[in-house]
């Protein structure tokens, strides 16, 4: 197969025991293409769906959603380029969000990271996208 039909294949990914919650919304929790993966925004939902009311807690399992999803495409965090983030309250988050950012990514190099503030996050207050690369 030519690198250009690689590129153009989408398979879906889902982490275990959340495909449900991914379909009833329309949409994958990731999609692997090439020897990428770009990975949807991933919010600190609890199994049923609902969000983690507690910001710090809500935002680890934000992160701990990401690496079940990035597991389930065959990537870790060290496979991340890029990092994209949503935050409902910017100025009142940096710093928890920060202290976990820290946690999850100790030593360099970081990925790219990009941050916005936004108005609505259908009830989170933190929102992780990434694009990986799928080792080899």
């Known amino acids: 197969m030519s690198t250009l039909s690689n590129l153009n294949k989408r398979d879906a990914i889902f982490p275990a025991g ?3 919650l991914y379909k009833s919304n329309a949409y994958s929790a990731a999609i692997r293409s090439g020897d990428l993966l770009f990975v949807s925004g991933q919010v600190g939902s609890r199994s ?3 969000p983690e009311p507690d910001f710090e807690a809500q935002v680890r399992l934000a992160f701990a959603n990401l690496v079940a999803t990035l597991k389930a495409g065959g990537c870790g ?3 991340i380029v890029d990092v994209t983030t949503f935050h ?3 100025e009142k988050q940096f710093g928890t969000v920060l202290a976990v950012k820290s946690e999850v990514f100790p030593t360099e190099p970081y990925p790219n990271w990009t941050a916005i503030g936004v108005n609505w996050l259908a009830g989170f207050d933190f929102e992780i996208k990434v694009i990986a690369r799928i080792p080899a």
């Open 77 to 79: 965090l060290d496979d």
């Open 88 to 90: 409902t309250d910017p």
């Open 48 to 50: 049923d769906g609902s």
């Open 18 to 20: 959340r495909q449900d």
